[in-house]
């Protein structure tokens, strides 16, 4: 695992500090309202169906459909490695909220919108992990 890194890394608010908490034990937790049943993502303090503030956390199933993408074939800045292409995507979770995120260990053209996907956890720095998605079939 990385201590160090130069990737521009997450700044935890009030509302985000559960969600990248979450992420650092590779959990995925999203936003749950139970005054009308409605998952959210990204964290919010309040529900976005209803606007109660009955919300919870709840561990997400980590499956997910891509909803679109697009392949980057060039890096912004050194600290992302110099593995390309890399895909960069809107996911739907099964729960429902979309998210954007990278698909990996998937060749650029066996990209799909549609294709199944299941969340997993890149260790940034010792603290910091970030969910990312891989493909559950080719
Ligand atoms: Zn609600």
């Known amino acids: 695992m990385p201590a160090q890194t130069s990737k521009i890394l997450p700044i935890p608010t009030p509302e985000t500090e559960t969600y990248w908490k979450g992420c650092a034990a590779h959990k995925l ?67 429902g909220p979309q998210m954007m995120s990278h698909i990996v260990d998937c060749r650029a053209d066996k990209i799909s919108i549609g294709m199944s996907v299941e969340v997993t956890f890149q260790d940034w720095t010792d603290e910091v992990s970030i969910p990312v998605f891989y493909p559950l079939s080719s």
């Not at 909803?67 to 992302?80: D, E, F, I, L, W």
């Open 29 to 95: 937790l999203i936003q749950y309202c139970t005054n009308c049943d409605h998952f959210q993502f990204y964290p919010r303090s309040i529900c976005t169906q209803c606007m109660s503030r009955d919300i919870e956390w709840k561990t997400a199933s980590g499956r997910a459909t891509v909803v679109s993408y697009t392949v980057m074939h060039r890096s912004v800045s050194k600290a992302y490695g110099d593995e390309y292409p890399q895909i960069l995507a809107l996911v739907r979770l099964k729960e």
